[in-house]
């Protein structure tokens, strides 16, 4: 049996890259969303909307959660150890836990507030909001919409789970904010409940996406196999090779933002044990160069099937 005498990852180049570019963004993530929080805060104070404090306090929830991803990446990128010698990638998926956590928990206090408003049937009561939260909630749209795309395609280029699940965090907040605007033109337009009722779909866009980013997280804790189209990468891959008859098992369990892969191959029985070592050495170089996500692979040598 050939076990990879590489537990970490080969080039150090690379994870160098990855914490300098999830340094970069995430200290964009959190100053964007402290200015960003504290202006749409102001707003919602000065122009009397809910709607727009609700958006603030998810604006800020994003600090914090922001921080919970920098500390996920950076113990999700330490060395292997004795204690963990399959090294640190899965405390990316338990930060993305606590993220998911912190965003339901938000969403459910926002969720909360604006069913007693819309509950209590005293809409007279309701203030109609200034125009200046509907500014707010424009500039939060166009603000929120590029962090998404800033953070998801530098979560994309370092393949972070974690920074990923930052980014449709950065997107739910546009999508309240589009609900925000949506409920403070309506109240202006004289339906003060609708600025309660934006708040109840702020809440609703949170929640599905704490869902999303939870899920996704538990999967790879459970050792998930990883997609049918990589696996079905790895078959051919190896069966390129032209002294493997034949592929008995494979199998693929995703580790973090990692793949393990468990191969047996079959090769002809008349082969000397060295030949054989030789031709397992090949197949577990190639798939390893040529799939940057697989960070171990097994290959087990079994004997071809022969007629006889």
């Known amino acids: 049996m050939w076990k990879s005498r590489m537990a970490k990852k080969k080039y150090v180049g690379s994870e160098n890259d990855f914490q300098r570019i999830a340094d970069r963004v995430s200290a964009v993530s959190i100053i964007g969303n402290l200015?960003?929080?504290?202006?749409?805060?102001?707003?919602?104070?000065?122009?009397?909307?809910?709607?727009?404090?609700?958006?603030a306090v998810h604006?800020?929830?994003?600090?914090f959660s922001t921080i919970v991803v920098i500390i996920g990446i950076r113990l999700s990128s330490k060395e292997t150890d004795r204690e963990h010698p399959y090294g640190h990638e899965r405390m990316e998926c338990v930060a993305a836990i606590i993220l998911a956590m912190i965003l339901f928990m938000t969403g459910l206090g926002i969720g909360m507030n604006a069913s007693k408003n819309i509950l209590s049937g005293n809409y007279e009561d309701l203030q109609i909001p200034g125009i200046l939260a509907l500014v707010a909630a424009v500039v939060s749209i166009v603000n929120k919409e590029a962090m998404f795309w800033y953070t998801k395609i530098n979560a994309t280029r370092i393949d972070s789970?974690?920074?990923?699940?930052?980014?449709?965090?950065h997107r739910s907040d546009a999508f309240?904010?589009?609900?925000?605007?949506?409920?403070?033109?309506?109240?202006?337009?004289?339906?003060?409940?609708?600025?309660s009722i934006a708040s109840l779909v702020i809440f609703v866009f949170i929640v599905k996406a704490a869902y999303d980013i939870f899920m996704d997280a538990v999967n790879k804790l459970v050792d998930h196999s990883c997609d049918e189209e990589t696996e079905r990468q790895i078959h051919d891959r190896v069966m390129q090779n032209e002294e493997v008859a034949g592929i008995d098992s494979l199998h693929t369990r995703i580790f973090g933002n990692k793949i393990y892969v468990d191969i047996e191959i079959a090769v002809d029985g008349s082969y000397t044990l060295r030949k054989s070592h030789k031709i397992a050495e090949e197949v577990h170089a190639d798939i390893e160069k040529n799939f940057q996500k697989v960070k171990h692979i097994m290959v087990h040598v079994n004997p071809a099937q022969t007629d006889e």
């Not at 789970?161 to 965090?169: G, K, R």
């Not at 409920?183 to 600025?195: E, K, Q, S, T």
């Open 35 to 55: 200015v960003l929080s504290v202006f749409k805060l102001i707003a919602g104070i000065v122009a009397h909307s809910n709607a727009m404090i609700s958006d």
């Open 176 to 195: 309240s904010s589009v609900g925000a605007l949506i409920g403070i033109a309506g109240a202006r337009l004289g339906f003060p409940v609708m600025d």
């Open 161 to 169: 789970s974690a920074l990923l699940a930052d980014a449709w965090h």
């Open 59 to 63: 604006s800020a929830s994003d600090v």
